[in-house]
């Protein structure tokens, strides 16, 4: 195989444009051609029909004139029928049954037929068509029928052979197949470098994605809502939810090393002091307590990325329950009641009467300590936090109401993301969790949470639960949460 014919085979295999216009142009000229074949033999079977028909039906009309009047009313009729002057002139011959010619009437192109002797006895054994070639561009067609006494009678007439007669058509067709199978090629090749348009695009967008390591590069969409051009728009978004993800990551991540850092540095401290004073026992006591604490708070930060993880993933373990809301909410807020009372800070409860939805208790009862901890660590001493259940038909809303500093509009979109802290909250004792936990959780139920705030005027954050979660199966690889752990 020489090198062009190996270079063509390899963009061939490689250039899916390439292959669709191959195939495009292959279905189309062989369409064109089948097409062409249906119509070749349904003429060639017409034409033939047509000529047969018109010697059998004159093969009956001399076949009932020789049963009636004999070989002399057949000879008299022959010589006075008025179609024989205006039609082409028939093959006329009829043997008897020991093969003696009793009749025999032939065209002038017929001519080497009229010395006919005793070796036509396979054309008396001939019943029905007889086609027999002459040269290029004619042709005999004999029609034969046996009468009881034995007797045959034999009408023929000379034809346009086929191949002479079709010929034209047949070149005419060749010229066309090929003008077809060129057009069918060129228009397979716009067409297809056209449809592919999109998917060299993404394939571009990829390279340099790979070249620059970088998520920048985006692929140009065109105005129409076909599936190439959607699916160009998604690799788009799909290329924006992963640049966001990465950067929402990075920035977790020296989140987290910066909050670690803190913690890791005092507890290296706390025992480096405690090795040195090591004979003190109350001081390495209180040292390793702290230690213990210090550690405790590491361990809480990962758990709860881990947490807000697996809950963005799909795969928190809910161990959902028909449960009353009201009740899981007088069990937080009989948690909170001692700092409220340190703050002088009243919670109202405003519901009554039963509501239920199918939640994990466990991880409720972890969203609403985190928000009612929330609405008490930013609400001044002597304020008010007001908790509201209602219950509409399709889902249970809980609303935590406080009249604290409230939320500076820049910050609403980002107190969702992991570990970000406002500028007035850093003052505040938390990781920066809470929020990004709770929305974990209350997605993994099905519902939504939203805020509403001004600052200088308090905050309002609503839960949504649904009564009927769209996702009831849980991953059986991860355990239920069996304490509430409060993340701020």
Avoid at 65 to 76: T, W
Avoid at 204 to 225: C, F, H, K, M, N
Wanted: net charge neutral; with cysteine.
């Amino acid at each position: 195989m020489t090198p062009t014919a190996l270079a063509f085979l390899h963009r061939f295999r490689r250039d899916f444009g390439l292959r669709l216009n191959f195939w495009y142009a292959v279905i189309f000229t062989a369409s064109a051609a089948g097409l062409f074949l249906l119509l070749y033999y349904s003429l060639v079977s017409a034409v033939e029909r047509k000529e047969r028909e018109v010697i059998e039906a004159r093969l009956k009309e001399y076949a009932v004139i020789y049963g009636s009047s004999g070989v002399a009313g057949l000879r008299s009729w022959l010589a006075r029928d008025p179609q024989s002057a205006r039609q082409k002139p028939f093959f006329i011959r009829l043997v008897n049954r020991w093969n003696q010619p009793l009749l025999l009437q032939a065209p002038e192109d017929w001519i080497e037929f009229k010395d006919i002797d005793g070796g036509w006895e396979g054309y008396r054994r001939q019943v029905g068509v007889l086609r027999i070639p002459k040269d290029e561009e004619r042709e005999f067609v004999l029609v034969s029928q046996h009468f009881p006494d034995g007797s045959l009678l034999q009408v023929g007439r000379s034809a346009s052979s086929r191949e002479t007669l079709f010929r034209p058509f047949l070149r005419t067709f060749l010229v066309a197949l090929g003008v077809t199978a060129v057009i069918g090629f060129t228009a397979g090749a716009a067409f297809a470098h056209h449809a592919t348009r999109p998917i060299r695009a993404i394939v571009g967008a990829a390279r340099e994605i790979i070249r620059t390591r970088t998520l920048d590069a985006r692929v140009s969409t065109g105005q129409s809502d076909d599936q190439l051009d959607e699916l160009a728009r998604l690799f788009n978004t799909m290329l924006d939810q992963n640049q966001a993800l990465i950067k929402a990551m990075r920035e977790a991540l020296d989140n987290v090393a910066h909050d670690l850092r803190t913690p890791l540095a005092r507890l290296r401290g706390v025992a480096e002091l405690a090795l040195r004073d090591s004979a003190d026992l109350p001081a390495t006591r209180e040292a390793l307590a702290e230690c213990v604490e210090e550690s405790d708070r590491v361990l809480n930060m990962l758990k709860a990325v881990m947490d807000i993880t697996e809950a963005e993933a799909g795969m928190l373990r809910l161990d959902r329950v028909p449960t009353d809301l009201g009740q899981l909410l007088d069990e937080v807020i009989e948690v909170y009641s001692f700092l409220a009372e340190e703050k002088q800070i009243a919670i109202r409860r405003d519901y009554t009467g039963r509501c239920e939805a199918r939640v994990d208790p466990n991880r409720m009862r972890q969203v609403f300590g985190n928000l009612l901890d929330n609405a008490l660590k930013y609400t001044a001493p002597g304020g008010h936090v007001a908790v509201r259940l209602e219950q509409t038909p399709e889902a249970a809303l809980v609303r935590f109401r406080d009249d604290g500093m409230g939320i500076a509009e820049d910050d609403l979109p980002r107190i969702w993301t992991r570990l970000y802290r406002g500028d007035k909250s850093r003052s505040q004792r938390g990781l920066g969790l809470g929020l990004s936990l709770v929305k974990a959780i209350v997605e993994a139920h099905g519902g939504r949470v939203a805020v509403q705030s001004q600052v200088g005027d308090g905050s309002e954050f609503t839960v949504r639960l649904p009564h009927s979660p769209p996702h009831d199966a849980d991953p059986p690889d991860r355990a239920p949460l069996t304490s509430t752990r409060i993340l701020a």
